[in-house]
């Protein structure tokens, strides 16, 4: 994907940037009038991700220091040493 992102593009020549804020604020817009609290949600959000990001940081940190994978860009060891 190579998306012009800027708003100072006109919508004709970065119609995916804002594509995705349009969709972004009829969502939040969706959610205000369906009644969920937006608060409520932001604590949701911050709770799934903490949960996820630990496994997700574990996970990069393999693939990132696996030779197979990265070839010739395989991670250093100071970086992932906790993780093998």
């Given amino acids: 994907?190579?998306?012009?992102?800027?708003l100072?593009?006109?919508l004709?020549?970065?119609r995916g940037f804002y594509g995705v804020i349009i969709v972004a604020t009829v969502i939040g817009l969706l959610i205000n009038f369906v009644g969920i609290d937006p608060i409520r949600a932001l604590v949701y959000a911050a709770v799934i991700n903490g949960v996820v990001?630990?496994?997700l940081i574990f996970l990069i940190a393999i693939i990132a220091n696996d030779k197979k994978t990265m070839v010739t860009l395989k991670a250093k060891k100071y970086p992932t040493f906790l993780f093998g």
């Avoid at 994907?1 to 800027?6: C, D, E, V």
């Fill in 8 to 10: 100072n593009y006109k």
């Fill in 12 to 14: 004709k020549k970065a």
């Fill in 53 to 55: 990001a630990v496994p």
């Fill in 1 to 6: 994907m190579n998306w012009r992102a800027s």
